[in-house]
């Protein structure tokens, strides 16, 4: 049971040009939402992260937005870098419940 | 702060033997997590300990699995006996309270043959 979804798995783009990633949940409890961006043969490290009684965060390039209606969150990186190629995971929590994330999403920035 | 240390950095053994896999989470955090890395599965945690107490092993798959943690500063996953589905890559992570960021170790990749 997949609480937190990340689908299209890999996107391309432009240096330069923004990078939207999308990141949809599915159990209301969730009140806290965090991005992890991994190398290869790296572990994940936290990038940003939002509460549920926002519904934008930005530092630097990077922005997260909350819709909490929708439970959908995205992570806008602009500009996007060549050294954002990575893989990006949406994470949850909140509740009782344990953190969970998504399968991630593999970004490659095109210098 | 040399942040999450986990060895090895890989591992290849045959179906039936012991595994082993350490971790040593960053000084001050009362939080420590294993997760495991799949394809098919994403990250998945397995075991997480607060104050070096398991709080919640609901993700652990089977009996064959153990984790313990006999100090503040050092934890070990075991897979005994281990199997060829049992491959992946397996992280360790803590933090200072449950709900603050992760900090995580550049994992072990398993490889069971």
């Known amino acids: 049971d997949q609480q937190v979804k990340q689908n299209s798995p890999s996107l391309s783009v432009q240096e330069g040009r923004i990078s939207i990633l999308n990141c949809d949940y599915t159990?209301?409890?969730?009140?806290?939402f965090l991005w992890y961006k991994k190398y290869p043969a790296e572990g994940p490290t936290f990038l940003i992260s939002i509460s549920s009684i926002k519904d934008k965060n930005e530092d630097g390039r990077f922005t997260v937005f909350l819709n909490k209606s929708a439970k959908h969150l995205s992570l806008h990186i602009v500009p996007s870098q060549p050294g954002d190629s990575a893989v990006y995971f949406c994470?949850?929590?909140?509740?009782?419940?344990?953190?969970?994330f998504g399968k991630g999403n593999q970004v490659v920035v095109i210098p | 702060d040399a942040g999450v240390i986990q060895s090895p950095r890989h591992e290849v053994t045959e179906m039936g033997q012991e595994v082993t896999l350490r971790c040593k989470p960053i000084?001050?955090?009362?939080?420590l997590f294993w997760y495991r890395q799949t394809m098919m599965r994403g990250l998945e945690l397995l075991i997480y300990f607060n104050n070096n107490v398991p709080i919640d092993d609901s993700g652990m798959p089977e009996d064959r699995f153990s984790a313990k943690m006999p100090n503040a500063s050092f934890s070990t996953l075991k897979i005994q006996p281990s199997e060829p589905r049992d491959s992946a890559v397996y992280f360790c992570?803590?933090?200072?309270?449950?709900?603050?960021?992760?900090?995580f170790g550049n994992g072990t990749r398993l490889t069971v043959t």
């Open positions: 992570a803590s933090s200072l309270k449950y709900n603050s960021p992760l900090h």
């Open positions: 000084s001050g955090h009362d939080y």
């Open positions: 994470a949850a929590i909140g509740g009782n419940n344990r953190l969970a």
């Open positions: 159990n209301s409890m969730f009140d806290y």
